[in-house]
């Protein structure tokens, strides 16, 4: 029933169908689902949603969003399946798929007003060897993975924050054009490659070598995005890395941009953005592919 009422909220809470948008529709006494009086498609609460196909009760979907809400450094996939009772990789899609769908509740107009830039590496790592004459300068180019990339975080000032991953940090400088809205005032730190911003944005730099902040210009809020970032990799995730970085990056910053509501409005926001998205073309049949 909650699924329900969010999920036709426009429509009081009544369902109506997914395909064809008529809200003529015949209940089945026994089963949770409806059948479309216009063309004559079967479906349920999460037809056509990112929990299409679901194989759990509804209700594990529910506790699942409960769970995942709740936690500020997000919460591991092995967790979730203790937690649930399902195995491993059920609870690895579930958990992506909320990932998708607070993705899409990031900010899609952009971001503007006072807007910090800055960037922070993950991945790749090279472990230190344990006896000094065996270890390597993991600053050398031949010693890298291929595998560290770097996530560029734009965050408005008491507002949203809109993350990228690149391979290098001076790669962003485009997607910053295209993603903060001309007529913002950018701050950024030293680092030159920053310096291609100017003719487009009035910037604001730090020197964090001499300065933590001198008033004028800052980017704690986007140390503040990282430092969440760092203690979900420490605390829960061990790698956020390779491929999926990009959707922990996302993750993050809706905890972040929501960190001042409620968990039940969390809840709320997280039920309703998943109800809202279409079948997850990378989650949906996710292992089926992969066998
Ligand atoms: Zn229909």
Request: aromatic share 10%; glycine share 8%; net charge positive.
């Amino acid at each position: 029933m909650v699924f329900q009422t969010i999920r036709w909220a426009d429509n009081n809470g009544a369902p109506y169908c997914p395909v064809c948008g008529c809200t003529g529709v015949y209940g089945y006494k026994t089963r949770a689902l409806w059948k479309c009086k216009g063309c004559g498609k079967q479906f349920s609460v999460t037809s056509g949603t990112i929990f299409a196909s679901h194989k759990l009760p509804i209700r594990d979907y529910l506790l699942a969003i409960a769970i995942f809400c709740n936690g500020a450094k997000g919460h591991s996939a092995l967790q979730l399946s203790r937690d649930l009772d399902v195995q491993y990789k059920t609870a690895f899609v579930l958990a992506h798929k909320l990932r998708e769908a607070m993705s899409s509740d990031l900010p899609t107009g952009g971001v503007s007003g006072e807007v910090e830039v800055d960037g922070g590496y993950f991945g790749g790592y090279i472990k230190p060897a344990n006896w000094k004459e065996n270890r390597r300068d993991r600053r050398l180019a031949k010693n890298q993975t291929g595998k560290r990339r770097v996530v560029v975080v734009m965050r408005e000032r008491g507002g949203r924050t809109l993350p990228y991953v690149f391979k290098t940090e001076d790669g962003s400088i485009e997607s910053i054009k295209a993603h903060v809205v001309p007529g913002s005032t950018i701050h950024a730190d030293e680092a030159t490659h920053w310096d291609a911003l100017q003719v487009k944005y009035l910037t604001k730099r730090i020197n964090h070598s001499q300065v933590y902040s001198d008033g004028a210009a800052c980017t704690n809020q986007a140390e503040s995005f990282f430092s969440r970032m760092r203690r979900a990799e420490i605390g829960i995730h061990h790698h956020i890395a390779g491929a999926y970085l990009d959707a922990y990056a996302d993750e993050m910053a809706w905890r972040e941009d929501n960190r001042r509501i409620s968990n039940g409005e969390q809840y709320l926001l997280v039920s309703r953005a998943a109800l809202m998205h279409p079948v997850s073309r990378t989650w949906n049949g996710y292992w089926q592919r992969s066998q």
